[in-house]
T-cell receptor, first 112, second 114 residues
């Protein structure tokens, strides 16, 4: 059974720092992996999707990597800004017919 | 601006009442998910449709919950009768059935059952 874990649950860093959010999953056979952002009281915004055959995806200051063999993905945020403060969720889809399985998220606070 | 639209955004109802939540997937998307989010459990799948056919509803309490797609532009989630423990945010998401098909989420329906 696929399980997704995100550590730490919460993180505070000063503005301007580069940071890495971690996601681990128990079964290396995945269809895709997606990173989302959720602001308080809001819906989920898709940030990056990595297909099973890919190793990384980039969008602006964000870079997501995927290492299936070790069951890990990282979300790298460069030059963090207060507007990056949100909860970041990692989600794994085991197979085409499978549901998306979410981690519990990392609550990120960027200190001005 | 393509987006998943959910209605209502907020719903307060009394225990025992019927609640219907609606979702309009992004035009052309053929997969629809219903998730429930609570502080304790995080995001849990309730139902998953592909081409309007249910693929997985194992996470849905069958005695009170039902999910349907009357047509490709509308998905509904119904709770009857509602209970206080159903209080949560219910999200709908849609996507395309392919490896690179991202899931796009709506803004959610915040349900409070008193």
């Amino acid at each position: 059974k696929q399980e997704v874990t995100q550590i730490p649950a919460a993180l505070s860093v000063p503005e301007g720092e580069n940071l890495v959010l971690n996601c681990s999953f128990t079964d290396s056979a995945i269809y895709n992996l997606q990173w989302f952002r959720q602001d308080p009281g809001k819906g989920l915004t898709s940030l990056l999707l990595i297909q099973s055959s890919q190793r990384e995806q980039t969008s602006g200051r964000l870079n997501a990597s995927l290492d299936k063999s070790s069951g890990r993905s990282t979300l790298y945020i460069a030059a963090s800004q207060p507007g990056d403060s949100a909860t970041y969720l990692c989600a794994v889809r085991p197979g085409r017919d499978d549901k998306i399985i979410f981690g519990k998220g990392t609550r990120l606070h960027i200190l001005p | 601006d393509a987006r998943v639209t959910q209605t209502p955004r907020h719903k307060v109802t009394e225990m025992g009442q019927e609640v219907t939540m609606r979702c309009q997937p992004i035009l052309g998307h053929n997969t629809v998910f219903w998730y429930r989010q609570t502080m304790m459990q995080g995001l849990e799948l309730l139902a998953y449709f592909r081409n309007r056919a249910p693929l997985d509803d194992s996470g849905m309490p069958k005695d009170r919950f039902s999910a349907e797609m009357p047509d490709a532009t509308l998905a509904t989630l119904k709770i009857q009768p509602s209970e206080p423990r159903d209080s949560a945010v219910y999200f709908c998401a849609s996507g395309l059935d392919r490896p690179g098909g991202e899931a796009f989420f709506g803004q959610g329906t915040r349900l409070t059952v008193v």
